[in-house]
């Protein structure tokens, strides 16, 4: 099972927004609603930003948002930080192989 | 207190064994279905399998690449997790980590997304 497309990275300036996409096919993010996205910073376990496509886990940031289209997905970032500066991932419910694919991983970089 | 905490990590030679531990604290494991994800170096995230509750079933479920070779279990007297890795190759060289699926109140997402991640134990598998 191909790990699911994102850009290798992305940057921004404190204060844009900015959006990583992660694409699949329609044996997993078209398929289902089940997306999450995860923010993992260096030597750190990752962490829960987005479930089930659109919804934020208490605590984290309303900055932080999602949405999918077809077979692709996207994470928009708003207001940009400098700690938002980490390792982003998607993953989503599949078919194929196993019960859950993650993307390859998105570097942002906070100018 | 730490949530979740792995160990049993270390260096093994191809064709080798090695169980790895998840103790659980904070929650009620009894409840919680259970996921084990793993990262090679510099690489990215990789699912690696699921052990639901025993109420559930205590059902496991495996990637493609470990079927076969890996087992998960659970002690839930222990509030202990276990990922048994038996015929080890070099590509199973990762950080492995223990994570909860998200749960809250009636919205749960026990095998799709995972809130609650251990610190990872590395594995490296080498000659």
């Known amino acids: 099972q191909s790990a699911l497309t994102q850009p290798a990275s992305v940057s921004g300036s404190p204060g844009q927004s900015i959006t990583i996409s992660c694409t699949g096919t329609?044996?997993?993010?078209?398929?289902?609603?089940?997306v999450s996205w995860y923010q993992q910073r260096p030597g750190k376990a990752p962490k829960l930003l987005i479930f089930?496509?659109?919804y934020r886990p208490p605590g984290v940031s309303n900055r932080f948002s999602g949405s999918k289209s077809g077979n692709t997905a996207s994470l928009t970032i708003s207001g940009l930080q400098a700690e938002d500066e980490a390792d982003y991932y998607c993953?989503?419910?599949?078919?194929?192989?196993?019960?859950?694919?993650f993307g390859g991983g998105t570097k942002l970089t906070v100018l | 207190e730490v949530p979740l905490a792995e160990s049993g990590g270390g260096l093994v030679k191809p064709g080798g064994s090695l169980r790895l531990s998840c103790a659980a604290s904070?929650?009620?494991?009894?409840?919680?279905?259970m996921t084990w994800v793993r990262q090679a170096p510099g690489k990215g995230l990789e699912w690696v399998g699921h052990i639901t509750s025993k109420t559930d079933g205590e059902t496991t479920y495996y990637a493609a690449p470990v079927k076969g070779r890996f087992t998960i279990s659970r002690d839930d007297s222990k509030n202990t997790l276990y990922l048994q890795m038996n015929s080890l190759k070099i590509e199973d060289t990762a950080l492995y980590y223990c994570?909860?699926?998200?749960?809250?109140?009636?919205?749960?997402?026990?095998?799709?997304?995972?809130?609650?991640w251990g610190q990872g134990t590395m594995v490296t598998v080498s000659s």
């Open positions: 993953s989503s419910y599949t078919t194929i192989n196993t019960l859950v694919v």
């Open positions: 994570s909860k699926g998200y749960c809250s109140g009636s919205d749960c997402h026990w095998d799709d997304a995972f809130d609650v």
């Open positions: 329609s044996s997993d993010v078209g398929a289902y609603k089940y």
């Open positions: 089930e496509v659109s």
């Open positions: 904070g929650f009620t494991f009894a409840d919680a279905w």
